[in-house]
Nanobody, 125 residues
Framework: QVQLVESGGGLVQAGRSLRLSCAPSGRTVSSYAMGWFRQAPGTERELVAAISRAGGTTYYKDSVKGRFTISRDNANNTLYLQMNSLKPEDTAVYYC??????????????????WGQGTQVTVSS
């Protein structure tokens, strides 16, 4: 059983930055394609960004393009989400997810096998 452990959430003012981290316990991150999802109250969970196993392919939700960067450090067994120029509408619980599927970055929630517990990101105006 893979456990994904997220860290780095918090409360920030609009325009500031946060970096989220995710590390799997008991497995190496290079074994999985990975993604970051988020869920605000009353909404469905949505993909923010995804990355392939080797990191060569990435995908971003339109509203975060140019502001967020997903990256992975397979040597240090960690996935990151750098979030710059944060907006109040980015407020949500952010989840790290991993899939054993091959074939690049994966965008659908049901393609992912493992999920973290979530970390709250709150952006004040």
């Amino acid at each position: 059983q893979v456990q994904l452990v997220e860290s780095g959430g918090g409360l920030v003012q609009a325009g500031r930055s946060l970096r989220l981290s995710c590390a799997p316990s008991g497995r190496t991150v290079s074994s999985y394609a990975m993604g970051w999802f988020r869920q605000a109250p009353g909404t469905e969970r949505e993909l923010v960004a995804a990355i392939s196993r080797a990191g060569g392919t990435t995908y971003y939700k339109d509203s975060v393009k140019g502001r967020f960067t997903i990256s992975r450090d397979n040597a240090n067994n960690t996935l990151y989400l750098q979030m710059n120029s944060l907006k109040p509408e980015d407020t949500a619980v952010y989840y790290c997810a991993a899939t054993t599927m091959y074939g690049g970055a994966h965008m659908r929630t049901n393609e992912y096998d493992y999920w973290g517990q979530g970390t709250q990101v709150t952006v004040s105006s």
